[in-house]
């Protein structure tokens, strides 16, 4: 009976520090996962903006050339 509890609490220990380690890795992937996001929305950002330049520039030419 002393050896089955003993069995048991290492087992609940295994357990819950994986359960630990789970939860940082999660934790620390969905860190990773916003910055992620947030450098691809300032880059789609940074190429509309760049574009609305270009069309602006077009249209000054255009106008010039007129």
Known sequence: ????????????KRILRR???FEK???AFDKEKAKF???RKSEEWGRE????KLRA????LAKEKA
Not at 49 to 52: P, W
């Open 37 to 39: 996001e947030a450098d």
């Open 49 to 52: 903006s760049l574009k609305g």
């Open 1 to 12: 009976m002393v050896r089955e509890r003993e069995d048991w609490e290492r087992y609940r």
């Open 19 to 21: 359960v630990d380690d």
């Open 57 to 60: 520039a077009e249209e000054l």
């Open 25 to 27: 890795s999660k934790t």
